[in-house]
């Protein structure tokens, strides 16, 4: 039998597919996993319409076309909802007409966690037509919908800006008060099962973006440091207070001491408050509106999280990313990669 090699050379569509796969053995439970199985609603665009929008339809279709992706989600989502001429005036857009089509998911989510008032309609478009992960450069196949960032699964999973936080982190890690936190965009969580260990949730929970609420804290301390300086000084007045509860009542078993909580205990990819705010979102072209998912590489199917990112199962590949990835790696041989100076030493 003839040994599979390839060359680091560029590669044709039908190489790339035999050195990649497209879909993993497991499941990973993230958001678009659990919203409810919703049917397409059929637009009949061709009915005559009884109804009109008032002022609005003096306007002309191309000013139209251009103020409506302007809107965030959820107003265009009730705005949608008015009449049927809203309803076909909205699906006519070409850019929500995209996002039903190829990311339904992506728009599903965000409305069902109600991070719709903080991504207008071209946000998302833009975000689903970039290929990459805006944190590290890799194939993105996830929507973080708090943010509405593209982000691959080892960003999400591992870097500490996708895990979300409670109100009372926010309040503790970044010196904000009750009431400034409730103000921070946030979202409310599905019910579900999460992560690919099946985590279960039953209960909404109000989650906040990290970086949103560091900004926050900056903004009200007028610096990094001065709110670092706020919190330690918080956190040493609560150890005071703590010791004298004790001088006070040393035979008082009920005496609480104060919390060394920082933050979310980080599971990193155990953790399921990372999956809650991440859909699975395929990449759209924008020019041929084709969509693509990106492929696994064979040569790297048995290397785990712990192993080198470069080479990690988890990574996505494009033809022309998996390209740089073999010249990185080397060619694939027996379903592993050859570094380029092994294969010259076997010569």
């Given at each position: 039998?003839e040994?599979?090699?390839?060359s680091?050379?560029?590669?044709?569509?039908?190489?790339?597919?035999?050195?990649?796969?497209?879909r993993?053995q497991l499941?990973?439970?993230?958001?678009?996993?659990?919203l409810?199985?919703?049917?397409?609603?059929?637009i009949?665009?061709?009915?005559?319409l009884?109804?009109?929008?008032?002022s609005?339809?003096?306007l002309?279709?191309?000013?139209?076309?251009y103020i409506?992706?302007?809107l965030?989600?959820?107003?265009?989502?009730d705005?949608r909802?008015?009449?049927?001429?809203?309803?076909q005036?909205?699906?006519?857009?070409?850019?929500?007409?995209?996002?039903?089509?190829h990311?339904?998911?992506?728009?599903r989510g965000?409305?069902?966690?109600?991070?719709?008032r903080?991504?207008?309609?071209?946000?998302?478009?833009?975000t689903?037509?970039?290929?990459e992960?805006?944190?590290?450069?890799d194939?993105g196949?996830?929507?973080?919908?708090?943010t509405?960032?593209r982000?691959c699964?080892?960003?999400?999973?591992?870097?500490r800006?996708?895990?979300?936080l409670?109100?009372?982190?926010?309040?503790?890690?970044f010196?904000?008060?009750?009431?400034?936190?409730?103000?921070?965009p946030?979202?409310?969580?599905i019910?579900?099962?999460?992560t690919?260990?099946?985590?279960?949730?039953?209960?909404?929970l109000?989650?906040?973006?990290?970086?949103v609420?560091?900004?926050?804290?900056?903004?009200?301390?007028?610096?990094?440091?001065?709110?670092?300086?706020y919190?330690s000084?918080?956190?040493?007045?609560?150890?005071?207070?703590y010791?004298n509860?004790l001088l006070?009542?040393?035979?008082?078993?009920?005496?609480?001491?104060p919390?060394q909580?920082?933050?979310?205990?980080?599971?990193?990819c155990?953790?399921p408050?990372?999956?809650?705010?991440?859909?699975?979102?395929p990449?759209l072209?924008?020019i041929?509106?084709?969509?693509e998912?990106g492929s696994y590489?064979?040569?790297?199917?048995k290397n785990?999280?712990s192993?080198?990112r470069?080479?990690n199962?988890?990574?996505k590949f494009t033809?022309?990313?998996f390209?740089e990835?073999?010249?990185?790696?080397?060619?694939?041989?027996?379903?592993k990669?050859q570094?380029?100076?092994?294969?010259?030493?076997?010569?």
């Amino acid at each position: 039998m003839e040994e599979q090699q390839h060359s680091t050379a560029g590669l044709n569509t039908s190489q790339f597919h035999a050195l990649t796969y497209p879909r993993l053995q497991l499941t990973d439970n993230t958001l678009d996993d659990n919203l409810p199985i919703q049917p397409k609603c059929h637009i009949e665009t061709h009915t005559s319409l009884t109804v009109d929008l008032g002022s609005l339809d003096i306007l002309p279709q191309e000013l139209l076309d251009y103020i409506l992706p302007q809107l965030d989600l959820r107003t265009l989502t009730d705005f949608r909802r008015v009449n049927r001429r809203a309803f076909q005036l909205v699906a006519s857009l070409p850019q929500y007409k995209a996002i039903n089509t190829h990311a339904r998911d992506a728009l599903r989510g965000i409305l069902a966690t109600g991070t719709g008032r903080s991504i207008t309609c071209e946000t998302l478009y833009s975000t689903i037509c970039i290929a990459e992960c805006e944190q590290c450069g890799d194939f993105g196949g996830y929507l973080y919908i708090l943010t509405c960032k593209r982000v691959c699964y080892l960003c999400f999973t591992l870097d500490r800006a996708y895990l979300p936080l409670f109100y009372t982190q926010v309040i503790r890690k970044f010196g904000l008060s009750r009431q400034m936190a409730e103000t921070l965009p946030q979202m409310k969580s599905i019910p579900g099962i999460y992560t690919p260990h099946e985590s279960k949730y039953r209960e909404r929970l109000a989650l906040v973006d990290v970086n949103v609420a560091r900004r926050a804290g900056i903004a009200l301390h007028g610096s990094a440091a001065a709110m670092e300086k706020y919190k330690s000084d918080m956190a040493s007045q609560k150890i005071l207070e703590y010791k004298n509860q004790l001088l006070q009542q040393s035979t008082d078993l009920s005496a609480t001491p104060p919390s060394q909580y920082e933050g979310p205990f980080d599971r990193q990819c155990r953790d399921p408050f990372r999956y809650m705010a991440t859909v699975r979102t395929p990449w759209l072209k924008r020019i041929s509106q084709q969509v693509e998912l990106g492929s696994y590489c064979t040569g790297c199917v048995k290397n785990n999280l712990s192993g080198p990112r470069h080479m990690n199962s988890r990574r996505k590949f494009t033809i022309g990313s998996f390209n740089e990835h073999l010249r990185q790696c080397g060619s694939i041989k027996n379903g592993k990669h050859q570094p380029e100076h092994e294969s010259t030493v076997a010569q």
